[in-house]
């Protein structure tokens, strides 16, 4: 009896592996027939999912939201990180062979990775599954791409869900993103798969800068110099809404340093205005972003006059001054010469700017007349001799005087031509011990750079009269500064006031000591700007002494409106 029981379940067993096999065996033979190669295997890339989501509300989608437009930037990884992070070490390290000696985009990253052929198996990728590749980068870092979120889903193996945290609504992926196996050491990141961070105007700005802008603009109505003081108000309103938005915490205690950048002596470089040496920043990066705009940035910060700078880039770079090995990509950025732009990019910025420039030169004509067109046709002028010209002013030594006609009379005395509709012999004079520090500045440059402009057959001054003969004109033209002051003084040119300039001696006292003997043959320790010496002692006097002389001559209009 117990033999024929276990024969009878060993009989119904089999019927049931028969019956499931034969339930099984037509949806095997579809996929089969639907999918008749083996995916790949995928590697998860970890970090890519948003903490937010644990307090997020699920938003049904719409049925059209796989149609949408995804912008994504694909982030690589370096092949030799520790090598570059060592490059950069040294490049910034005063002690190092390699300091100040920067490589391009494309040198990094030949240097460092990623390899071109990894870079290219990325983008085959990305490609096969249907995105369009919408912009590479010379360091072969990123590749931004864009295609539907339909297509990112399928690519990364996810889904893009729709989501809501109170009343913002947004879209996000809900597991980390899968590439192939053998793409997955390539990669760093997948920017752009949520659009929860993204940029807002600061509404506190706008309303500091149009509350500041119309309290000026109304104490120069009433001056009679509307549109002028229009243009003045503006641009001061938006330096002093940044000011007061440091001033009032806005930008958070994680930004305090940036807030302090230009009043840090431990951190500031005193010979480049605005370059990011020794100071620790902070990157905000909002998905998706564009690189160029990174670039176009850099370029902008380091333009304060943008015409006249970006001008004389490209013409150094085309004439074959501003090159790799010039000292000048020891201490700052060429546009050009590092690779940040390309021609067109440089050349389409100045486009614009000159265009903005020839509106505003139309409107002080007409309102200005003669008077106008004398000083635009004097600064276009100087503008084209000055490196533009077949033979320009600074390949036989005369460019350091056209300097101090430009930042001197031109600038200043033109400037209250034009704000005021008259042109004051005061003013012209009162100009001149300006123009003569801002020439100290340029010649002390030209002072340290006088092997490279020699080598290359830039005449500047010092190349034609020589290193010795050249510090000591700089050293007369520092003297002059003070001379020229108190001879103002003297004939009722300038008020006493003025005498407050008085304070910056010490600086001029020291820059004339460094100039008086040879530059060393290295830096010393601790020394940031090299192969710039007898520049930095010169900016250094000529800030202090431009903010004191200014000082002076704002004491004396307040004292003069006063009715004294």
Known sequence: MEEVRAEMFRIRLWLLILALTAALLPSLSIASTENPEISPAMVRLP????????????????????SESITLTIVLRRDDQAGFESYLHDIYDSHSKNFREFLTQRQIADRFGPRRDDYDAVISYIRAKGFRILQGSRNRLTVTVRGTRAQAESAFDLRIHSYRIGARTFYANDRDPAVPVELAPLLQAVAGLSNLARPEHGKEFLILIV??????????????FFVPGILICFGAGALLSAYAACALGYFGTAAANICNLSSSSTVRRPDIAVNGTGQT??????????SSDVADYLNLIGSPTLISNLSNDYVGFRRGHDTPDSPRMRYTVHPLASGVLEK???????????????????????????????FAAAGLSLLFLYDAAPTPLKSIGLGEFAVLLVWGPLMIGGGFAMITGQLSSDVIFASVPYGLGVMTILNGKHIDQIDFDSRRH????????????ARVLTMIALIAIYAVVAALIAFGRLTPFAAVIVIALPKAVRAIRIMSRERPDVAPTGYVGWPLWYHRACLEHNRLFGWTYIAGLAAAAIWHAAGH
């Open 47 to 66: 970090g890519h999912v948003l903490p937010a989501l644990a307090r997020a509300t699920v938003v049904p989608s719409n049925p059209s939201s796989g």
């Open 458 to 469: 830039i005449r500047t001054l010092p190349v034609l009269i020589g290193e010795s003969a």
């Open 344 to 374: 067109r990019t440089l050349l389409s910025g100045l486009a614009i700017l000159v265009l903005i420039g020839v509106a505003i030169t139309i409107y002080f004509v007409i309102a200005r007349g003669w008077l106008a067109v004398g």
């Open 211 to 224: 509350l500041l802008a119309g309290v000026c603009a109304v104490v120069f109505t009433a001056l009679g």
């Open 281 to 290: 920043i902070g990157l905000i990066e909002f998905d998706t972003f564009q």
